[in-house]
């Protein structure tokens, strides 16, 4: 007989992460067959971009990311550069600003 597992709580980040993920899975991932590694890059930008820059979010009162992101910006309740300490080596993720 098998012992039942702990059930461990999912952090609202991780449950995020697992939406998104299911999500592109859902309707791009399962949709397509990629001939190319270029097409395939192409493809998930594309998908990428619309996500983020046209689609309203329930999460967001049904803003797009990008314009929440804006919003943010203009309220001032996010800074557009993140200082990078120096022993950590900056691989430009940190300083990407949102567009």
Known sequence: MMKPRPRTRIRPRDKAKNKFR???RDELLNGEL???ID???YVVERWRMDYNHYRPHSSLSYMTPAGFA?????AGCIRPHTPVPD???DCGILSQTLD
């Open 39 to 41: 097409e395939m890059k």
């Open 87 to 89: 022993e950590v080596q």
């Open 22 to 24: 299911s999500r592109m």
């Open 70 to 74: 804006q919003l943010c910006r203009e």
């Open 34 to 36: 990629f001939l190319h």
